[in-house]
C-alpha cells in the first residue's frame, strides 16, 4: 500500500519498452509509406510510355510482369523470353528471376539481399530496397543533371558515386546550409525545412512534421 504523500511510480520498465518498440513500429510503417508512394510514382513515371501502372509495389510486381517492363523501359532493352500469363508460382519466381538475372549480368547492378521469392512473397521492405537500387542506377547514375557541379567529375578525383552525386545537387540547391553528410546534418531539422522551401518556396512549414520519418528513410535507403 503506498504511503500518504509517496510520488506514484512511473511504469514498469517492461511497459515502457512495449511503448518505445510501439513507436519504433508505427515510425517505421510511416517512413515505408512515404517511400512506397514516392518510389510508386518513380516506377509509373517510366511504366506509363508502355501504359502500364503499379498500383501497390508491395504486390503489383509479384508475378514479375510489370518488374520486367520497368527494367525494359529503364533499360531500353528487351529483356529473354519469359510467361506473359503467370498463373503458378513457378511460373512467378521464372519471371522475376528473368528480371533480376537481366539487372546483374547484362546490366552489371548490383542486386543484394533480395531474391525471387523475397518480390512474389510480396515482402515490402526489400522491394524497396531493389527500387531504390534501380533509381540509383538509371536516375541518379545518368550522365550529369542540369546544373550539376562540373568539379565533381574532374579527371584527378573520377567518377563520383551517386551518394556524392546527391550530396553535391543538395548542396548546390542550399549553398549557405553547411551539409556534408546524410546522418548528422540532416536531426534537427533545419536542412531538410531549408531544402523544401528550397524547391518549394513556401511549404517549409511541413518539414517539422515529416523531418523524423524522411530522415528514418535516408538513413536505411542511403
Known amino acids: 500500500m503506498q504511503a500518504p504523500g509517496d510520488s506514484k511510480s512511473g511504469p514498469p520498465a517492461e511497459e515502457e519498452e512495449e511503448m518505445e518498440q510501439e513507436r519504433e513500429l508505427a515510425e517505421d510503417a510511416a517512413w515505408k509509406r512515404i517511400q512506397q508512394n514516392t518510389f510508386t510514382r518513380w516506377a509509373n513515371e517510366h511504366l506509363k510510355t508502355v501504359n ?8 503489383d510486381l509479384s508475378d514479375g510482369l510489370r518488374l520486367i517492363a520497368l527494367v525494359e523501359v529503364l533499360s ?12 503458378f508460382r513457378s511460373q512467378k519466381l521464372e519471371n522475376v528471376s528473368v528480371a533480376l538475372k537481366f539487372l546483374q549480368d547484362d546490366e552489371q547492378i548490383k542486386i543484394v539481399n533480395i531474391d525471387s521469392t523475397d518480390i512474389v512473397d510480396c515482402k515490402l521492405k ?12 538509371y536516375s541518379i547514375s545518368l550522365p550529369m543533371w ?4 562540373e ?3 574532374s579527371k584527378d578525383k573520377g567518377a563520383p558515386t551517386p551518394k556524392q552525386r546527391l550530396l553535391g545537387w543538395i548542396q548546390s540547391k542550399l549553398p549557405e546550409v553547411p551539409i556534408t553528410n546524410f546522418t548528422s546534418d540532416w536531426n534537427d531539422g533545419r536542412a531538410l525545412g531549408a531544402l523544401v522551401d528550397a524547391l518549394a518556396p513556401g511549404t517549409s512549414f511541413l518539414s517539422g512534421h515529416l523531418t523524423p520519418l524522411l530522415i528514418g528513410s535516408l538513413h ?3
Do not use: C, Q
Not at 79 to 85: D, S
Open 52 to 59: 502500364k501502372l503499379i498500383n501497390s509495389l508491395e504486390t
Open 76 to 87: 531500353g532493352k528487351r529483356l529473354p523470353k519469359h510467361n506473359k500469363r503467370p498463373t
Open 126 to 137: 526489400l522491394i524497396l530496397g531493389l527500387i531504390w537500387t534501380l533509381i540509383l542506377h
Open 146 to 149: 542540369e546544373g550539376e557541379d
Open 151 to 153: 568539379s565533381l567529375y
Open 220 to 222: 536505411v535507403s542511403i
